[in-house]
């Protein structure tokens, strides 16, 4: 039984960076792998970050560059470092967990079996 809850969001206005943060309570956090995703309306839930055993990560090729994810093992925690944000990047933010897989699916939300409840993020110019 796993449980993730985001928080960190809510309504920017010309804000430069964002962190978000998904703490993760029942499975320890170095046998699981992590995602962060999003989705805007009238778009389909879109890969933005990926971590996995051993640190390896994975971006987004819209987010490449500009936002790094990191974990905490101590704190059973992972985050989601948002840089030189952009409207466009207003959406609601997810973070997920799976047991395992190949780094070539971690961005695909169809594999991810545990989701937090969102936090949205708005960002104006």
């Known amino acids: 039984q796993v449980q993730l809850v985001e928080s960190g969001g809510g309504s920017f206005h010309s804000v430069g960076s964002l962190t978000l943060t998904c703490v993760v309570h029942?499975?320890?956090?170095?046998?699981?792998?992590w995602g962060w995703f999003r989705q805007a309306p009238g778009k389909e839930r879109e890969g933005v970050a990926a971590?996995?055993?051993?640190?390896?990560?994975v971006y987004g090729e819209t987010v490449k560059g500009r936002f790094n994810m990191y974990k905490d093992d101590a704190k059973n925690a992972v985050y989601l470092r948002m840089d030189s944000l952009k409207p466009e990047d207003t959406a609601v933010y997810y973070c997920?967990?799976?047991?395992?897989?190949?780094?070539?699916?971690?961005?695909?939300?169809?594999?991810?079996?545990?989701w937090g409840q969102g936090t949205q993020v708005s960002v104006s110019s």
């Open positions: 971590i996995y055993i051993g640190s390896s990560e």
């Open positions: 997920a967990a799976r047991a395992g897989g190949y780094w070539y699916t971690a961005l695909d939300p169809a594999t991810y079996t545990d």
């Open positions: 029942g499975s320890p956090l170095k046998k699981m792998a």
